[in-house]
């Protein structure tokens, strides 16, 4: 785990070869990197720099514990040559951070663009190990400034639209979660947007019609007015993002264009993407914004199940499956069932011992 310590230190005095035996004696086995500089008031030419090696698991406690032996080291350097003197200056005890696009695929740093990314690292001397390679460590952190790897929302919102973006930042999970930033997923969200704009308009434009909606339709809708007024109440956008795909997938499949179904599904998408959403309005021929819309109500009956697809079994093993009423009793379902040509080429001829029918569930020809 442990990786050997290595410093060097340019200079010939004698105060500098002390400071080296004793700042190395003192801390060897740390854990951290650290390129520092003290200079010799001897010769204020001369700007010598140290690199300390190693990793940290626990950084707070080890930072206290360097500072405190460097201030022990400077005063017995002092003490050593009162009249010449050093002074040590620009030491902080910390990990450095880089940014991401000095790092290649096999998390090897440019040393070259990163000594000349800043100034006080431009004159400094870093040595590595054997390989003459320097690898970084990744880590997931909080984006911050000092630590390089603040994400900027232009690159994303020039190729992919603001309304992917924000999709995207809420699919990624809870609000009370912290994230991982990967946009590798980021074109499946865009691919949704794209898959939306195609219920409303195809080559030749706009497909919107004023026919009557399906059942099927109406309970994909609402089932989505249901899920996102719900996760609103609860914060929860990432399931409701998730909702828009499975009810926009559902209507594709449908062939769904119908007015009384895409006018509220704009209404609802539109606090999560609100540039689309306007421009579907627009296009819908509204001349007031989308904000000003009453938002969808949920109606319950559009939920009921009228029919059920059976699975149906013989000797236990399922060999299609029959849409059949709800409503129907036992003896309606069997003789539907016996009457099924599909049914009488399973049992060529023969007739089952039993018939298992439990309403709403399962159908099983035994025998």
Known sequence: KFKKLVEKIYSDSKLSQQFKSDFSNSIYGSELIYVKTFIDEGDVSKDHNILLGMMSDDDIVTIERYNLIFTQVKRKLISLNPTLGIMLHGIQFHQLHTDVSFVNASDELDMDAFKNWRSDYKDAEFISEDSGKFIVTREVEKMSKSKYNVVTPDDICEEYGADTLRLYEMFLGPLEQAKPWNTA????????????????????????????????????????????????????????????????????????????????????????????????????????????????????????????????????????TMTLPLDLTKEQIEEIVMKDERTIKQLDGKMPNKVIIVPGKIINLVG
């Open 185 to 320: 997923g980021i074109t499946g969200v865009f691919g949704f947007l794209k898959k939306l704009w195609k219920l409303y308009f195809d080559e030749s434009g706009m497909i919107v019609t004023s026919n009557p909606a399906s059942p099927e339709a109406l309970k994909a809708l609402h089932k989505t007015i249901k899920k996102v007024n719900e996760d609103i109440e609860g914060f929860s956008f990432n399931t409701s993002v998730s909702q828009f795909m499975i009810a926009v997938n559902e209507l594709t499949a449908l062939k769904c264009h119908e007015r009384s179904v895409l006018e509220p599904l704009a209404i609802l998408v539109s606090p999560y993407a609100p540039h689309i959403a306007e421009e579907l309005w627009k296009r819908l021929g509204h001349e007031q914004s989308i904000s000003t819309a009453p938002f969808p109500k949920f109606n319950p009956e559009y939920l009921v199940e009228s029919s059920k697809e059976y699975p149906v079994s013989f000797n236990g093993k399922m060999r299609f």
